[in-house]
């Protein structure tokens, strides 16, 4: 095994890992950093966010009015201050971008332009045509390039981190290309590896959004927060789940059933206005609209196909050519290669999709978790910014705010204290090392990795879905302890070291079912209805009373997780109804009154 | 419901731990006409040989992961599809011109320190601070170098280009086309610094402009055009240096 010591290790080289390797090297040069990733950095799941990044930009608009969007957006299920923190924080990182070559869109007067996103009262959304992930990562990797103290670790798997003293003293990673084991010994751990929306079968997610490191950190009992609050997003492609940005709608798209009707008047989102307006039809907030969806489908008004199954239509046809092609040119490329049409003269077929997981490793304001030493950022955390629901826009510049700060905290933290015992370190690693071998060597196994992670992402859509009831979703629980057990009996077709894809994949497995079952117990304990989490079996109104929590889920060995509920932090705005369209308007009305 | 469909798809298989050479191999696969050649190599993988080994995520061709040769082309496997070859067998490859790791599997680790070496970031023409706000960029100057940010770092290009394929020290099309994204910005103020590497032995005048890395290129980023500017600014470069008494040019 290898030994490589660094000041600040960063797992995750997407959005927020790149920004908090910046930080760091920017607050202290003199700091090590190693930046570990299990693809070249420009291949991280950032790429494919489409819409753009929110914050506060034109002057009609005020970060309180950022904040409410947000706390409301998340069904209160925010903390309130990391809220405040955050908008604040947003248009200097997103500035901060610009100057580091983010080719933003621009007003014809040369400054940056923002567009209306779903959710968000005023346009705060910062764009680069239907690229700004693209674009947001490929700035951030290559601004990384000159910092000569951030060391790379491409193409290096992260299969367990390292504790002891009651902190977090290190990764153990492989390389994929050799299988070599290497321990990256450090001060301070961040961790950055995102969502972990591929523990379901539909979803708009690359195939790396496994959410294994979430699962590693959960072992090293650290609580995975608020894991039942899932995003379906309800634009995105039949069968593959490829995303169509919310940014159409922010463009004017329409969403229709088979009778041509905008449905979305019908729940609570209209009335339609002569032309887009914000926090109304389209423009609402994306669980919402997932959930019109669901309705429509019961009441049989949704397109039926014998390929593309269920579906509704997005129609973009009246924005004419020209403004496709200059706003949304990935969108045109995507509908033309993957299903043919031209979104200019035909309507798009759409249905919801696994989009984010705003649950996460639970962490403090300063982005800590309750291991001493290890910080999360980006999806694959929870520092309380999106509660139930997130706003779309908000997870991009959540990207570069977090990372900022966990950067400047990690290098703190690692000028603070020293280096741990690197021989027990050491010794820690060559059992982890034994452990995922082990994978390799176990023989009369009828079980394969393919088979199992079938069932688990099924069983995930079948009892986690946009609604759901006790009984499925206990049987969701079920199911996964049954795959927990066959897990045990996986073997590997591959047995070799170099680019075992195949060992990983079962390394990732291992992981990802120990994160479904927190996902799975998550939900049937929260006995209410909030943002994304809904259900139809007795519980189908929010429950301040019981549930304006936190579900923290706690990894048990050989047992099922443990749930507990901790506090959400209010600083000022006090739980209400969360309503949009009309309604919507007239909340904010008397918000505003009663304020004067 | 229809007849299913099958295909023959032929992999060059490679496993440096027990192959002295690299060998085919063919799979029938079961596909119906939205799957990708990327979802043909998956079935593989899920269902015949665990051990088949390829790069991908996004599926959405914009990750840049899976590129590979398809029937001897260089293409993004995710937005190839079966259908468009059938009832003919599919080959594929790793992309040519790079050294295998493992079947699809290449070594890009020469691709990334040239993608490195070019200074991919903004060298400030004028310094600003953030309380100053965004620099102002017009659309039309936006414009200049929009085309040449859309790079996915595929490396379809290097596959497709022939002095590539004589030279591995040649810079080549990607990362040319990354340095001429940053000469372009006009927030930017590198150029100067940047071309001794353009005019430098790896630099531009390899390419014997046959153009075929922009015909392969899945972004339109027309990485030729990004050499080509380059050679007339290297020569620009390199005459202005003897006419001009400080010995240099802008």
Redesign the interface.
């Given at each position: 095994m290898n030994i490589y010591k660094a000041d600040v290790v960063i797992v995750g080289g997407g959005g927020s890992g790149l920004r908090a390797a910046i930080a760091v090297a920017q607050s202290d040069p003199s700091l090590k950093i190693a930046l570990v990733s299990k693809?070249?950095p420009?291949?991280?799941?950032t790429?494919?966010a489409e819409g753009g990044a929110a914050g506060v930009k034109r002057d009609d608009d005020n970060y309180d009015l950022h904040f409410h969007d947000t706390v409301g957006g998340g069904d209160w299920l925010c903390e309130q201050d990391v809220v405040e923190y955050f908008v604040q924080q947003a248009p200097?990182e997103l500035?901060?971008l610009?100057?580091?070559?983010c080719?933003?869109?621009?007003t014809?007067?040369?400054?940056?332009n923002v567009r209306p996103f779903g959710g968000m009262k005023i346009e705060r959304t910062w764009f680069a045509a239907d690229?700004s992930g693209?674009?947001i990562l490929?700035t951030l990797f290559?601004?990384s390039?000159?910092f000569p103290s951030i060391k790379r670790f491409?193409e290096h798997f992260c299969v367990d981190i390292l504790e002891e003293d009651g902190r977090c003293q290190g990764i153990v990673a492989v390389e994929m290309?050799t299988g070599e084991f290497t321990m990256i010994q450090g001060k301070s751990v961040i961790v950055a590896t995102g969502g972990a929306g591929r523990i379901f079968r539909e979803s708009t997610l690359?195939?790396?959004v496994t959410g294994d490191t979430q699962g590693a950190v959960f072992r090293h009992g650290v609580a995975l927060r608020d894991m039942e609050f899932v995003q379906y997003h309800p634009t995105c492609m039949p069968?593959?789940g490829?995303?169509f940005t919310e940014a159409c709608r922010g463009e004017g798209g329409y969403l229709v059933n088979k009778d041509g009707y905008r449905y979305l008047q019908d729940y609570g989102l209209g009335p339609i206005g002569d032309k887009p307006k914000n926090k109304y039809m389209e423009l609402g907030p994306r669980d919402r609209l997932s959930q019109s969806f669901y309705f429509e489908m019961q009441k049989g008004r949704v397109f039926e196909d014998p390929?593309l199954g269920k579906h509704v239509h997005l129609d973009l046809r009246h924005l004419g050519k020209e403004r496709l092609h200059e706003r949304l040119p990935?969108i045109c490329?995507?509908a033309e290669?993957?299903l043919g049409i031209d979104p200019a003269t035909q309507p798009i077929p759409v249905r919801p999709a696994v989009h984010y997981t705003m649950g996460g490793i639970a962490t403090d304001n300063k982005c800590e978790t309750t291991l001493r030493g290890l910080y999360a950022i980006g999806e694959c955390s929870n520092v309380g910014l999106h509660g139930a629901n997130r706003l779309g826009s908000n997870s991009l510049t959540e990207l570069v705010v977090f990372g900022k700060l966990a950067g400047d905290e990690a290098a703190k933290t690692a000028k603070s204290v020293g280096f741990g015992n690197t021989d027990s370190l050491h010794k820690q690693a060559e059992a982890i090392e034994k452990r995922v071998t082990a994978f390799k060597a176990q023989t009369g196994g009828k079980e394969?990795?393919?088979t199992i992670r079938?069932e688990m992402v099924q069983t995930m859509e079948d009892g986690c879905g946009i609604y759901r009831v006790h009984d499925t979703m206990q049987t969701t629980c079920d199911k996964l302890a049954e795959l927990r057990e066959r897990f045990k009996n996986v073997e590997?077709?591959?047995k070799?070291?170099?680019?075992?894809?195949?060992w990983l994949t079962a390394i990732e497995l291992d992981y990802q079912l120990d994160v479904a079952q927190a996902i799975a117990y998550s939900a049937i304990n929260r006995k209410e209805s909030r943002g994304a989490h809904q259900r139809l079996d007795g519980y189908e109104q929010r429950d301040d009373v019981n549930f304006l929590k936190h579900s923290d889920a706690f990894y048990v060995q050989g047992a099922l997780p443990r749930i507990q509920y901790a506090d959400v932090k209010i600083t000022k705005s006090q739980p209400a109804a969360r309503v949009y369209g009309a309604a919507g308007e007239k909340a904010d009305a008397e918000r505003k009154a009663s304020h004067v | 419901m229809s007849e299913q469909k099958f295909i023959e798809i032929e992999v060059l298989r490679y496993k440096p731990e027990s192959d002295e050479a690299p060998h085919s191999e063919v799979y029938k696969v079961p596909f119906t006409d939205d799957m990708s050649v990327l979802q043909g190599a998956q079935y593989i993988k899920d269902n015949f040989d665990g051990s088949l080994t390829y790069r991908w995520s996004c599926r959405m061709a914009i990750c840049g992961s899976c590129g590979m040769m398809i029937n001897g082309v260089p293409k993004l496997s995710c937005e190839t599809f079966i259908r468009d070859y059938y009832p003919n067998r599919i080959t594929i490859e790793a992309l040519a011109h790079f050294p295998i790791e493992k079947d699809l599997v290449v070594d890009l680790s020469g691709f990334i320190e040239k993608l490195e070496s070019v200074q991919p970031y903004i060298i400030p023409a004028e310094k600003r601070s953030l309380d100053q706000g965004e620099y102002i960029q017009t659309p039309a100057q936006v414009q200049d170098y929009m085309q040449f940010t859309s790079c996915i770092n595929c490396t379809l290009c290097y596959a497709a280009c022939p002095q590539f394929g004589l030279n591995p020290d040649f810079i080549g099309p990607g990362a040319m086309a990354l340095l001429h994204r940053y000469n372009m910005d006009s927030r930017d103020g590198g150029a100067e610094q940047r071309m001794e590497l353009v005019a430098s032995e790896e630099g531009v005048f390899n390419c014997s402009a046959v153009g075929y890395c922009s015909e392969v290129c899945p972004k339109h980023v027309d990485p030729a055009n990004a050499v080509n500017i380059n050679k007339t600014n290297a020569a620009k470069d390199y005459f202005l240096r003897f006419l001009s008494p400080k010995g240099g040019a802008k």
């Amino acid at each position: 095994m290898n030994i490589y010591k660094a000041d600040v290790v960063i797992v995750g080289g997407g959005g927020s890992g790149l920004r908090a390797a910046i930080a760091v090297a920017q607050s202290d040069p003199s700091l090590k950093i190693a930046l570990v990733s299990k693809v070249y950095p420009m291949r991280s799941h950032t790429v494919s966010a489409e819409g753009g990044a929110a914050g506060v930009k034109r002057d009609d608009d005020n970060y309180d009015l950022h904040f409410h969007d947000t706390v409301g957006g998340g069904d209160w299920l925010c903390e309130q201050d990391v809220v405040e923190y955050f908008v604040q924080q947003a248009p200097i990182e997103l500035t901060q971008l610009e100057h580091w070559g983010c080719p933003w869109s621009r007003t014809p007067e040369g400054k940056v332009n923002v567009r209306p996103f779903g959710g968000m009262k005023i346009e705060r959304t910062w764009f680069a045509a239907d690229k700004s992930g693209f674009h947001i990562l490929h700035t951030l990797f290559q601004t990384s390039i000159q910092f000569p103290s951030i060391k790379r670790f491409d193409e290096h798997f992260c299969v367990d981190i390292l504790e002891e003293d009651g902190r977090c003293q290190g990764i153990v990673a492989v390389e994929m290309a050799t299988g070599e084991f290497t321990m990256i010994q450090g001060k301070s751990v961040i961790v950055a590896t995102g969502g972990a929306g591929r523990i379901f079968r539909e979803s708009t997610l690359g195939g790396i959004v496994t959410g294994d490191t979430q699962g590693a950190v959960f072992r090293h009992g650290v609580a995975l927060r608020d894991m039942e609050f899932v995003q379906y997003h309800p634009t995105c492609m039949p069968i593959t789940g490829l995303l169509f940005t919310e940014a159409c709608r922010g463009e004017g798209g329409y969403l229709v059933n088979k009778d041509g009707y905008r449905y979305l008047q019908d729940y609570g989102l209209g009335p339609i206005g002569d032309k887009p307006k914000n926090k109304y039809m389209e423009l609402g907030p994306r669980d919402r609209l997932s959930q019109s969806f669901y309705f429509e489908m019961q009441k049989g008004r949704v397109f039926e196909d014998p390929v593309l199954g269920k579906h509704v239509h997005l129609d973009l046809r009246h924005l004419g050519k020209e403004r496709l092609h200059e706003r949304l040119p990935l969108i045109c490329e995507m509908a033309e290669t993957f299903l043919g049409i031209d979104p200019a003269t035909q309507p798009i077929p759409v249905r919801p999709a696994v989009h984010y997981t705003m649950g996460g490793i639970a962490t403090d304001n300063k982005c800590e978790t309750t291991l001493r030493g290890l910080y999360a950022i980006g999806e694959c955390s929870n520092v309380g910014l999106h509660g139930a629901n997130r706003l779309g826009s908000n997870s991009l510049t959540e990207l570069v705010v977090f990372g900022k700060l966990a950067g400047d905290e990690a290098a703190k933290t690692a000028k603070s204290v020293g280096f741990g015992n690197t021989d027990s370190l050491h010794k820690q690693a060559e059992a982890i090392e034994k452990r995922v071998t082990a994978f390799k060597a176990q023989t009369g196994g009828k079980e394969r990795v393919a088979t199992i992670r079938k069932e688990m992402v099924q069983t995930m859509e079948d009892g986690c879905g946009i609604y759901r009831v006790h009984d499925t979703m206990q049987t969701t629980c079920d199911k996964l302890a049954e795959l927990r057990e066959r897990f045990k009996n996986v073997e590997l077709d591959d047995k070799s070291s170099v680019w075992n894809t195949d060992w990983l994949t079962a390394i990732e497995l291992d992981y990802q079912l120990d994160v479904a079952q927190a996902i799975a117990y998550s939900a049937i304990n929260r006995k209410e209805s909030r943002g994304a989490h809904q259900r139809l079996d007795g519980y189908e109104q929010r429950d301040d009373v019981n549930f304006l929590k936190h579900s923290d889920a706690f990894y048990v060995q050989g047992a099922l997780p443990r749930i507990q509920y901790a506090d959400v932090k209010i600083t000022k705005s006090q739980p209400a109804a969360r309503v949009y369209g009309a309604a919507g308007e007239k909340a904010d009305a008397e918000r505003k009154a009663s304020h004067v | 419901m229809s007849e299913q469909k099958f295909i023959e798809i032929e992999v060059l298989r490679y496993k440096p731990e027990s192959d002295e050479a690299p060998h085919s191999e063919v799979y029938k696969v079961p596909f119906t006409d939205d799957m990708s050649v990327l979802q043909g190599a998956q079935y593989i993988k899920d269902n015949f040989d665990g051990s088949l080994t390829y790069r991908w995520s996004c599926r959405m061709a914009i990750c840049g992961s899976c590129g590979m040769m398809i029937n001897g082309v260089p293409k993004l496997s995710c937005e190839t599809f079966i259908r468009d070859y059938y009832p003919n067998r599919i080959t594929i490859e790793a992309l040519a011109h790079f050294p295998i790791e493992k079947d699809l599997v290449v070594d890009l680790s020469g691709f990334i320190e040239k993608l490195e070496s070019v200074q991919p970031y903004i060298i400030p023409a004028e310094k600003r601070s953030l309380d100053q706000g965004e620099y102002i960029q017009t659309p039309a100057q936006v414009q200049d170098y929009m085309q040449f940010t859309s790079c996915i770092n595929c490396t379809l290009c290097y596959a497709a280009c022939p002095q590539f394929g004589l030279n591995p020290d040649f810079i080549g099309p990607g990362a040319m086309a990354l340095l001429h994204r940053y000469n372009m910005d006009s927030r930017d103020g590198g150029a100067e610094q940047r071309m001794e590497l353009v005019a430098s032995e790896e630099g531009v005048f390899n390419c014997s402009a046959v153009g075929y890395c922009s015909e392969v290129c899945p972004k339109h980023v027309d990485p030729a055009n990004a050499v080509n500017i380059n050679k007339t600014n290297a020569a620009k470069d390199y005459f202005l240096r003897f006419l001009s008494p400080k010995g240099g040019a802008k």
